[in-house]
């Protein structure tokens, strides 16, 4: 490495070490980042010929899970059968999980770029214990039913909602109803 | 004009570069739910008590983006949307799970992939979140036997508006895209009614 890059690369992190003492940045409009967003899953579509999805790919890292702790079980199941190692739907599978690694990624990215970065429980005023109760039980909900709609937000609401497949549309709408019924039983835990 | 898209159907992309794609995709992905304050559970709960609408802004910006964009590229001939996965709809299962996920989304605070972004940015009760949904995806795999009859049950194929409507692509696309619209005009109004209270990054 030239002296000339090593002195740009030292100019580049103390820029964004000065980042991080600064005030978070704002966010980004919302329509901007949802057009952003939109690009993303058009690109999707037009390179690989499918959309975006964030609970597949956790399916694949389940299965893959049971098959190391219980090899004989998983060959057995018939639900994760499909999602090991070699068979046929294994291609979706990994782009799935490389995709899910990716979202880590960008979303790191984003945060250090912007100073948001930060430890932290959000919705805590409820108590940390209390709060992380309802972190494991709401996420083992939606878990269960991403199942059931063969999708989250990602390969149902965005990818689904984009092809105008009708169960999308019946999933979001229906999202949206049971997280209104429900969100006043968790009301003090976010304002 | 040959049809030259979906890249990876034409030959163009192999499966190989697919996972490079797949790395970059998911990577512009996580940064844009983040740019939008997505990776922040208080504005992610905070749709469901009308004080700031952005997931529903975002969400719907998105998708009709990528909408028109699908549509005009299918018109111009670049794109054979025919080949695009549709996802098989199950009517009453997905319903069920959508009540069921809504729930789940408010009481945990993220949707599967706004827990990744969260946790990539410091948030134990995101990372939790994510345990938490890998638990849940584990049960369901385990009780699949019993429940499978449910969930292939009202099995409708693969199927869109315009193929259950029997209407031009271009009918439903002018319709969504004036909801949105309209959702978008009335989302600003809900806002401003609740004194913009929007959830700024802490």
């Known amino acids: ?191 | 004009m040959d049809l030259t898209a979906p890249f990876y159907q034409a030959g163009v992309l192999g499966p190989r570069s697919g996972l490079v794609v797949a790395m970059l995709i998911g990577a512009a992905f996580g940064f844009f739910l983040e740019r939008a304050g997505l990776g922040n559970g208080r504005k992610l709960a905070s749709q469901f008590y009308l004080n700031d609408l952005t997931v529903f802004k975002v969400m719907f910006s998105a998708i009709l983006t990528a909408l028109l964009g699908l549509f005009w590229l299918g018109q111009a001939g670049v794109l054979d949307v025919s080949l695009i996965l549709l996802s098989p709809t199950y009517l009453v299962p997905q319903v069920i799970g959508g009540l069921l996920f809504g729930a789940g989304f408010v009481i945990g605070g993220y949707c599967p992939g706004t827990s990744c972004v969260a946790a990539a940015t410091g948030k134990l009760d995101a990372l939790v979140v994510f345990a938490g949904m890998m638990a849940g995806i584990l049960l369901y795999g385990e009780i699949y036997p019993a429940i499978r009859p449910f969930a292939e049950s009202t099995s409708m194929g693969r199927i869109s508006f315009p193929a259950l409507l029997s209407v031009r692509p271009g009918i439903v696309v002018g319709i969504v895209t004036l909801l949105a619209l309209g959702g978008f005009a009335l989302a600003g109004r809900i806002e401003k009614s609740r004194g913009n209270r929007l959830v700024q990054p802490e």
Request: charged letters at 10%.
């Open chain 1, 1 to 191: 490495m030239t002296t000339a890059a090593i002195t740009e690369v030292d100019q580049a992190t103390t820029r964004i070490a000065v980042q991080q003492r600064r005030a978070p940045a704002p966010y980004m409009n919302p329509y901007l980042a949802g057009v952003g967003l939109g690009l993303v899953l058009l690109t999707a579509f037009i390179t690989m010929g499918h959309g975006l999805g964030a609970s597949g790919g956790v399916v694949s890292i389940v299965g893959a899970g049971v098959q190391t702790v219980a090899p004989g079980h998983a060959a057995n199941s018939e639900f994760f059968r499909p999602y090991l190692g070699t068979t046929p739907g294994g291609t979706l599978g990994t782009w799935l999980v490389l995709e899910l690694a990716g979202i880590f990624i960008g979303g790191f990215v984003s945060a250090l770029l912007a100073g948001r970065l930060k430890r932290g429980i959000t919705g805590r005023q409820i108590g940390a214990s209390p709060r992380l109760l309802t972190a494991v039980a709401g996420g083992a909900v939606m878990g269960f039913a991403t199942r059931l709609a063969r999708g989250c937000t990602s390969g149902q609401g965005l990818t689904g909602g984009a092809l105008l497949n009708v169960g999308s549309w019946a999933f979001m709408l229906a999202l949206f109803a049971g997280a209104y019924l429900v969100a006043g039983l968790v009301r003090r835990q976010w304002t």
